[in-house]
């Protein structure tokens, strides 16, 4: 966890506290009364929320190039497990047939007997544990082959069920839940929706760094640079007072943070703060939404892995 550039204990504790609640699988709407009614604890409490998905997002991308060398070892283990238990069985039949050998074998020497320790012979009862031997030894042996494929295709789901019973409940719900963005991401395949006419004015949005005294300290211009890790988006709205609107961020036409705003005056100036990544160079969009999810305004601008200064 990467700590913002602030020695204000409260800015700290409310970045702290916004990483944990991510961290802890709650949502934004979990944010203490204390931190909610202040703007800039409100935003450092965002921007630690979304340093942990970017954390949780970038062990995850650079876990994905690791797996293959955990299948090839899974793999390895289970055909050696399998030669093993295939060796064993044909040792074990190895092993019951001599006896069966040694009863049917006629004696190299021939048996000296006393004339008159001679008795008749008696037919005797089959012997029942001969019989079992032979009838063992006739199955055809287990193959090695067939041996190694019956372990093998057991092993992937035991290997999963192994992987996800060392993590809590929570953290498999929220690696599911990762592993389906980033099938969403591949497909990507979305329709943009489309700006709605609305009642409501957006008079102002721009890209900052910061926001100091309810104003943005400096204009951002697209493409922003590389060494630009945090933007915040600022807007100044009109005619939604009392109302819940939202900042969502995308990234490549993929969902990365949905930011809800309570709107408390007619003429309200509110923003929301996304941390980026080197892995996230492209094109970026900001919909703004009102309560029932429609896109009322946009803002879009792209982020480059560059050392370039923006314009």
Do not use: C
């Amino acid at each position: 966890m990467r700590l913002p550039d602030t020695e204000n204990a409260h800015e700290l504790y409310a970045f702290k506290k916004g990483y944990r609640t991510a961290k802890s699988g709650l949502s934004q709407s979990s944010m203490p009364s204390q931190i909610r009614y202040d703007q800039t604890l409100r935003a450092f409490f965002q921007a630690g929320f979304e340093a942990y998905e970017t954390d949780l997002a970038e062990t995850l991308l650079a876990g994905k190039q690791r797996p293959w060398r955990q299948r090839l070892a899974w793999w390895v283990m289970m055909a050696l497990a399998g030669i093993a238990t295939a060796s064993l069985m044909v040792h074990n039949i190895e092993t019951d047939q001599p006896v069966d050998t040694l009863a049917k074998k006629p004696s190299a020497e021939p048996e000296t007997r006393a004339p008159e320790a001679a008795t008749p012979k008696v037919p005797s009862q089959p012997d029942m544990s001969l019989l079992a031997n032979q009838t063992l030894s006739e199955q055809p042996p287990v193959s090695k082959n067939d041996a190694d494929v019956e372990t093998d295709q057991a092993s992937p789901p035991e290997q999963e069920k192994t992987e996800l019973s060392l993590i809590s409940d929570q953290a498999r719900k929220d690696l599911m839940a990762r592993k389906q963005d980033y099938a969403d991401l591949r497909a990507n395949d979305a329709p943009i929706p489309a700006v709605v006419s609305s009642p409501i004015e957006i008079k102002r949005m721009q890209l900052t760094r910061e926001v100091q005294q309810m104003e943005p300290t400096e204009r951002l211009n697209s493409p922003i640079p590389k060494y630009v890790r945090q933007v915040t988006f600022f807007t100044e709205i009109e005619g939604a007072k009392g109302q819940t609107l939202s900042h969502h961020w995308y990234y490549q036409n993929r969902s990365m943070a949905k930011v809800p705003l309570t709107i408390g005056s007619d003429d309200f100036r509110t923003w929301s703060s996304k941390q980026l990544s080197s892995a996230w160079a492209g094109h970026w969009r900001i919909d703004i939404e009102n309560e029932e999810g429609k896109v009322i305004d946009r803002f879009e601008f792209d982020y480059i892995s560059s050392t370039k200064t923006a314009d």
